[in-house]
């Protein structure tokens, strides 16, 4: 059954530091997404891409945020300059926009 | 701004003892509502998409029904495995893209 791949599992890295969260789509969807979950709380959508570009993003994604597709199969979350508040699960998601959201086993980032 | 409430927060069942979790949603324009299964440490698990009133689906032990203002996840004879916490989801006319997630329901069945 295809998946949602989301690399690494876990990463724990010192604030202010820069970090790449890696995820690999299923193969034939064309939207993708990132979400996070603080410990706790509710699973907050973060960003959406589309057609190689940003389709909406929310409050929470500001400038320290960024994503790309590098290649036809990777899709990346970058967070420039971490902050202890940034410390979450982040989950990737892919949709064939039919109404199947797909999400991975997420990234826990823990920010020291 | 779309919203979603799930009720109760936390359930706790025998091994066999049906009953239904809660999901009422504000909602501008339904596109679709979701039900996840997700378990500790793990991402949202895919169970149910749901797009108007009156639709019903069914997996396994689980069925999930929609009105206009709420959606209703029926567990039937639930087993231990089925013990998880069980997200409610929508996707609003105002975004093309973005799910609005509630809090979820945690589900503990006893053997």
């Known amino acids: 059954e295809p998946e949602v791949t989301q690399t690494p599992s876990h990463q724990v890295t010192q604030m202010g530091q820069e970090v790449i969260l890696r995820c690999v789509p299923i193969s034939n969807h064309l939207y993708f997404y990132w979400y996070r979950q603080i410990l706790g709380q509710k699973v907050e959508f973060l960003v959406s891409f589309y057609n190689n570009e940003i389709s909406e993003k929310s409050e929470i994604f500001d400038d320290q945020f960024s994503v790309e597709r590098p290649d036809g199969s990777n899709f990346t979350l970058k967070i420039r300059s971490t902050k202890l508040e940034d410390s979450a699960m982040y989950f990737c998601?892919?949709?064939?926009?039919?109404?199947?959201?797909?999400f991975g086993q997420g990234t826990r980032l823990t920010v020291v | 701004e779309d919203q979603v409430t799930q009720s109760p927060e936390a359930l706790r069942l025998q091994e066999g003892e049906s009953s239904s979790l809660n999901c009422s949603y504000t909602?501008?324009?339904?596109?679709?509502l979701f039900w996840y299964r997700q378990d500790p440490g793990k991402g949202p698990e895919f169970l149910f998409t749901?797009?108007?009133a009156g639709e019903e689906k069914e997996k396994e032990r689980l069925k999930a029904t929609l009105t206009k203002k709420e959606s209703f996840l029926h567990i039937t004879a639930p087993k231990p495995e089925d013990s998880a916490t069980y997200l409610c989801?929508?996707?609003?006319?105002?975004?093309?893209?973005?799910?609005?997630f509630g809090k979820g329901t945690l589900l503990t069945v006893n053997p």
């Open positions: 998601a892919s949709s064939n926009g039919e109404g199947w959201f797909f």
């Open positions: 989801a929508v996707k609003g006319g105002g975004s093309n893209y973005k799910l609005t």
């Open positions: 749901l797009y108007s």
């Open positions: 909602v501008s324009g339904l596109r679709g």
